[in-house]
Nanobody
Framework: RLAESGGGLVQAGGSLRLSCEASGRTFSNFAMGWFRRAPGKEREFVAA????????NYADSVRDRFTISRDNAKNTLYLQMNSLKAEDTAIYYCAADRNNWDAPGRRPGLFEYWGQGTAVTVSS
């Protein structure tokens, strides 16, 4: 099970940190990712990392503004979001990939487990 938290309303230029707590399986056996779905748009890749956080992968739209990380001792995935823009407004989902634990991908189909999402709204 994956449970996101940390979403909310923030002004443009502000910051938020999302968390995703995992339970039920060995967290360190999975690559993890963040995806988002903006109103009226398709789900899109945001960031991903491998089992120990040593390999990361970012969408061009968030690179240098967002940072993905994990704490395997706490079974928790994070997404630090800085310099937020109105176009970052979306529902943010965390996801787990068991098969590509050391090679984080971008395609949603690679990820077997998904959370329910947390809403982020950035006001301009």
């Amino acid at each position: 099970r994956l449970a996101e938290s940390g979403g909310g309303l923030v002004q443009a230029g502000g910051s938020l940190r999302l968390s995703c707590e995992a339970s039920g399986r060995t967290f360190s056996n999975f690559a993890m990712g963040w995806f988002r779905r903006a109103p009226g748009k398709e789900r899109e890749f945001v960031a991903a990392l491998n089992w120990n956080g040593g390999i990361t992968n970012y969408a061009d739209s968030v690179r240098d503004r967002f940072t993905i990380s994990r704490d395997n001792a706490k079974n928790t995935l994070y997404l630090q979001m800085n310099s937020l823009k109105a176009e970052d407004t979306a529902i943010y989902y965390c996801a787990a990939d068991r098969n590509n634990w050391d090679a984080p991908g971008r395609r949603p189909g690679l990820f077997e487990y998904w959370g329910q999402g947390t809403a982020v709204t950035v006001s301009s």
